[in-house]
């Protein structure tokens, strides 16, 4: 068995994730969303593990949802961590867990309603932010997009899916960099031109991962898709999603944000004069 497989299980106890096999609770995914050899090596194109699905009651804003959870992350990412879990393993390290943790991007996959009966399901790809999505920040409107976003998938007649991106904070410069271009913002440059300032791209955010994980729990056909950002809809289609509708989803508008909104409509972003007034 693969030592570059068992990567991000190193701190598991090799029964557990034999356990966990056998439960079908993980599971391996090519770039074509279809299911791989758990341990084969030396596949093309590069691979995504996935955990689940973990039954995730969920309460947000008030409001319960019953949703399954997955947890899903690149095994060239665990490929990285081979040489540092056999050194934390071989000095029983307590620092494992928590250098292992933080050295990898783990993405997550809400599943709302019965995928058997899905034929144009609701989708909302959405990208980590945590001033906005934990912390209740207005400089953005991620916190209200994240929540509606929950609400409307749920509502839906289909349901869907809801994938999080969790390393695309501050449109994948990090969270760090994001804090830097925050305090340009306050000195008077919109959110674009503070990125460029620190000479970081308007947008670095990879999404052929959630390409990946939407064809492995849909398909490639037709579904709705929760965003205002047309690179997103196209970054999608390069990587074999084209029936793609986009749903308008404007919330959260606020003073605090308003300067950041008319930024994000002057780079593209479908936005009306009256959805930011």
């Known amino acids: 068995m693969g030592a570059i497989i068992r990567a991000m299980f190193t701190y598991l106890d ?34 995504i593990s996935i955990l689940g699905p973990i039954p995730l009651p969920a309460t947000l804003d008030g409001r319960r949802y019953d949703c399954d959870w997955y947890a899903c992350v690149q095994n060239t990412e665990l490929k990285k961590l081979e ?14 867990f928590a250098s292992l943790a ?10 709302i309603g019965d995928p058997e009966c899905w034929r144009e399901p609701l989708v909302r790809v959405h990208s980590s932010c945590l001033t906005g999505d934990v912390f209740g920040s207005e400089r953005c409107e991620c916190g209200p997009q994240l929540s509606s976003a929950m609400a409307r998938i749920s509502d839906d007649s ?6 999080y991106m969790s390393g ?31 000479g970081l791209p308007d947008d670095s955010r990879d999404f052929s991962d959630a390409a990946t994980l939407i064809r492995h729990f849909y398909g490639t056909g037709p579904f ?13 289609s390069e990587h074999g999603l084209e029936q ?26 479908r936005l009306d004069p009256d959805d930011i007034s």
């Open 14 to 47: 090799p029964g557990v994730r034999g356990r966990l096999l056998a439960a079908d609770k993980l599971v391996r995914i090519n770039r074509d969303g279809k299911r791989v050899d758990p341990d084969a090596e030396g596949l093309p194109g590069g691979t």
């Open 224 to 236: 709705r898709l929760l965003t205002n950002n047309p690179k997103k809809i196209a970054d999608l």
């Open 244 to 269: 793609i509708t986009p749903v308008k989803h404007v919330i959260g508008v606020s003073d605090a944000n308003r300067r950041y909104l008319e930024a994000k409509k002057g780079w593209g972003h």
């Open 102 to 111: 933080t050295s990898m991007a783990v993405n997550s996959v809400l599943v």
């Open 168 to 198: 695309h904070e501050g449109r994948g410069i990090g969270l760090w960099a994001k804090a830097a271009t925050y305090i340009l913002q306050d000195t008077g440059e919109n959110t674009y031109q503070a990125n460029r300032s620190l």
């Open 83 to 96: 040489s540092l879990a056999a050194e934390l393993r071989a000095e029983n390290s307590q620092r494992l």
């Open 158 to 163: 289909e349901g869907g899916i809801l994938v």
